[in-house]
């Protein structure tokens, strides 16, 4: 997970489609890929991803792939967007450029309280970051504060309710699963949707033999096959999908979490030149659509 800078370590919190064990099931993925990739705009995108505002966060590039994850996602310049949870604004200074001209960017957060599981002290710094939020953004982006607002879930303006094209929810899952929210949370974003908007889900991904108490949330790695569900559960299935962000190397079976991998390096006494080569977590990356009514 990602949320402003200054905790957003605490709370830690080839393009290639994800290769079904059964063929059929492939082709059709991939033939809905092949569908849904009319509007995502390349030459934009590499605008936004070569920006001087980004010299610092161009390293993770390599691990996180925005411009394959945004293209599976096909997020369009013109696009009305929802980044939920946006931590540090890793993605934020890239989307939010990426739409300004054409579309709107807007951040939707989860309500304070709802991470007082890990202290009040917590909770009044996420409110502050909240506060902030828009005009940080602005002074770093070049864009009016207006134009960048965010919003919690339990607060969001009427006026969204049915205009958005995608919303992002990038390695936030799992603490959606553990404060018990995740359900609310997805009810609240659904709402602000066009009847063929989508959800876009970037998520540490567990083995799928990992134990049921590793995959609760409190290690930051969930199992594809929950994730997929929980999102039907609440009405979505499978748009696309992409194998993009997968790292083999990642094994997630970490006493202390995908925290142990870069770039929290978990504690100080752990061998952290082992994990740096492991590099960032594993991770699922699926696009879902809302499902026929």
């Given at each position: 997970m990602r949320y402003f800078s200054n905790y957003a370590l605490a709370l830690g919190l080839s393009t290639a489609l994800f290769s079904y064990t059964n063929d059929q099931k492939t082709q059709q993925v991939s033939a809905k890929n092949a569908e849904i990739n009319a509007s995502f705009n390349a030459a934009?995108?590499?605008?936004?991803?070569?920006?001087?505002?980004?010299?610092?966060?161009?390293?993770?590039?390599?691990?996180?792939?925005?411009?394959?994850?945004?293209?599976?996602?096909?997020?369009?310049?013109?696009?009305?967007?929802?980044?939920?949870?946006p931590g540090g604004g890793w993605?934020?200074?890239?989307?939010?450029?990426?739409?300004?001209?054409?579309?709107?960017?807007?951040?939707?957060?989860?309500?304070?309280?709802?991470?007082?599981?890990?202290?009040?002290?917590?909770?009044?710094?996420?409110?502050?970051?909240?506060?902030?939020?828009?005009?940080?953004?602005?002074?770093?982006?070049?864009?009016?504060?207006?134009?960048?607002?965010?919003y919690t879930s339990?607060?969001?303006?009427?006026?969204?309710?049915?205009?958005?094209?995608?919303?992002?929810?990038?390695?936030?899952?799992h603490n959606l699963k553990r404060w018990g929210i995740d359900a609310q949370e997805i009810a609240a974003l659904k709402a602000t949707l066009k009847a063929d908007g989508m959800i876009g889900i970037v998520q540490?991904?567990?083995?799928?033999?990992?134990?049921?108490?590793y995959v609760d949330g409190n290690k930051g790695y969930l199992k594809r096959d929950d994730l997929i569900a929980f999102m039907d559960s609440q009405g979505f299935e499978i748009a696309a999908e992409t194998k993009i962000n997968e790292n083999p190397k990642d094994k997630g079976d970490y006493p202390d979490g995908v925290w142990t991998l870069p770039p929290s390096l978990g504690s100080n006494d752990i061998d952290k030149s082992k994990f740096e080569a492991i590099g960032e977590s594993n991770r699922m990356t699926i696009l879902f659509k809302q499902k026929a009514i």
């Open positions: 934009a995108m590499d605008m936004a991803l070569s920006s001087d505002i980004r010299n610092d966060d161009k390293e993770r590039d390599i691990f996180r792939n925005p411009k394959e994850t945004l293209r599976i996602f096909d997020v369009s310049p013109e696009h009305n967007i929802i980044e939920y949870a993605y934020t200074r890239i989307l939010a450029p990426y739409v300004t001209e054409k579309g709107q960017y807007t951040a939707v957060s989860f309500p304070p309280e709802a991470a007082i599981s890990i202290g009040a002290d917590f909770v009044e710094r996420i409110k502050k970051g909240y506060k902030n939020f828009s005009s940080d953004q602005s002074k770093t982006l070049g864009i009016e504060a207006d134009n960048l607002p965010l339990d607060a969001i303006a009427e006026n969204l309710h049915g205009t958005v094209d995608r919303i992002l929810i990038i390695r936030m899952m540490h991904r567990a083995q799928d033999d990992a134990p049921e108490d």
